[in-house]
C-alpha cells in the first residue's frame, strides 16, 4: 500500500479510477484533483461515504489544488478535453499538451519524486509532453494503453469463442489508436494456439475490432468515451507498482533502442514493480509484426513533431 495516491481529472475517468483505487485500498489517502471548483470534492466526499458499506478504509479526498497531494507517490493523469466537431487532431494534440505540460509542471512542483501513469489522449503524445515537462526519467512516466487495448481483445476473444475471459493470454503492443498491433502470435487459450481454436478471417475481424474499440463505444454513447475499463486498465497498473508485483504489463514507454525504436513512446512488455518501469521486455517477433510495431511507433512519432513545433 502507498501512503497517498492522486488522480488529476474529476470526470468519467478520473473519478472511476479514484473509486477503483479507494476499494482495493491501494493507498491510505487518494487525492482527486480538478479545476472546476466543487466538483473534485463533492464526487470524493460521495466516494468517501462508500466506505462502510464496501468496506474500504481509504480516505478519498477532493481539490482544486495541488498542494494537497504534495508528497503523492503516484499520479493517475487523465486531464484533458475530448475532440470536438471541426476540431482537428493537431488542435487536439495542441490543446491537450497544453493541458498535460501544466499538470506534469504542477506534479514535479509538489511531488518531485512520483511515478506517473498517463491516461490523457492522445495517449503516447501525453507520455512524452509529461516526461519533457516534468523532466522525470523514463521509469517514472508510463502511459497506460496496451492493458486495455489488451483487454478489449481479449474480451473479443472471450466472446467469440464463448469461454471464460481468464483463459485467455495475449498481448496489444503499438500505440493506442488505429495503428495498435494485437499479437495473434502470442494469444492462447490456455496455453492453446488461438490460430488452432479459431479461422484466420474471425481473427482478422477481431484484431480490427479491437482496434477500433474506443470508436465503437463512442459511436454508442454519441456524447461520451469509454471510462469503465479505461480506468480498470489504470488501476491495473497502479495496482502493479504499488504491491510491487512485477507484473509483465503492455505500457507506452519511453524506448531507447528496444525493437529497434528510439525516443518516441510506444506500447511495449514492461515489467512494472515499485520503482515504475524496471525494464522493457524485448520478445521475438514475426515479420509481419515487427514491421507493424515499426510503423505504429513512426505514427506516433509524426505526431510527436506537431507537438515539438508548437
Not at 493507498?27 to 466526499?45: F, H, N, S, W, Y
Not at 459511436?219 to 479505461?230: D, E, H
Not at 504489463?249 to 512494472?272: N, Y
Amino acid at each position: 500500500m502507498l501512503e497517498k495516491v492522486a488522480v488529476v481529472g474529476a470526470g468519467n475517468v478520473g473519478a472511476t479510477a479514484a473509486q477503483r483505487l479507494a476499494e482495493k485500498q491501494l493507498a491510505r489517502t487518494v487525492v482527486m484533483i480538478d479545476v472546476v471548483e466543487g466538483v473534485p470534492q463533492g464526487k470524493a466526499l460521495d466516494q468517501w461515504q462508500s466506505a462502510p458499506i464496501e468496506g474500504f478504509d481509504t480516505r478519498v479526498l477532493g481539490t482544486n489544488r495541488y498542494d494537497e497531494a504534495a508528497g503523492a507517490e503516484l499520479f493517475v493523469v487523465t486531464a484533458g478535453i475530448a475532440r470536438k466537431p471541426g476540431m482537428s487532431r493537431d488542435d487536439l494534440v495542441k490543446t491537450n499538451a497544453g493541458i498535460v505540460r501544466s499538470v506534469a509542471g504542477e506534479i514535479a512542483r509538489v511531488s518531485p519524486k512520483a511515478i506517473l501513469i498517463v491516461v490523457s489522449n492522445p495517449l503516447d503524445i501525453m507520455c512524452y509532453v509529461a516526461m519533457r515537462a516534468s523532466g522525470f526519467p523514463r521509469e517514472r512516466v508510463l502511459g497506460m494503453a496496451g492493458v486495455l487495448d489488451t483487454a478489449r481483445y481479449r474480451m473479443f476473444l472471450a466472446q467469440a469463442m464463448d469461454v471464460s475471459v481468464e483463459d485467455i493470454q495475449a498481448m496489444v503492443l503499438g500505440g493506442h489508436g488505429d495503428t495498435m498491433v494485437p499479437l495473434v502470435s502470442y494469444t492462447s487459450v490456455s496455453g492453446i494456439p488461438v490460430s488452432q481454436l479459431l479461422p484466420a478471417d474471425t481473427l482478422e475481424s477481431i484484431v480490427t475490432r479491437t482496434r477500433n474499440g474506443g470508436a465503437e463505444i463512442v459511436a454508442f454513447l454519441k456524447t461520451g468515451s469509454a471510462y469503465y475499463a479505461p480506468s480498470a486498465a489504470a488501476v491495473q497498473m497502479v495496482e502493479a507498482i504499488a504491491l510491487d508485483k512485477r507484473r509483465i504489463l503492455p505500457c507506452s514507454a519511453w524506448l531507447q533502442g528496444e525493437f529497434g525504436i528510439r525516443d518516441v513512446f510506444c506500447g511495449v512488455p514492461c515489467k512494472l514493480g515499485r520503482g515504475g518501469l524496471e525494464r522493457v521486455i524485448e520478445i521475438a517477433l514475426t515479420d509481419a509484426e515487427r514491421a507493424a510495431l515499426l510503423e505504429s511507433a513512426e505514427a506516433v512519432r509524426a505526431t510527436q513533431a506537431v507537438v515539438d513545433a508548437s
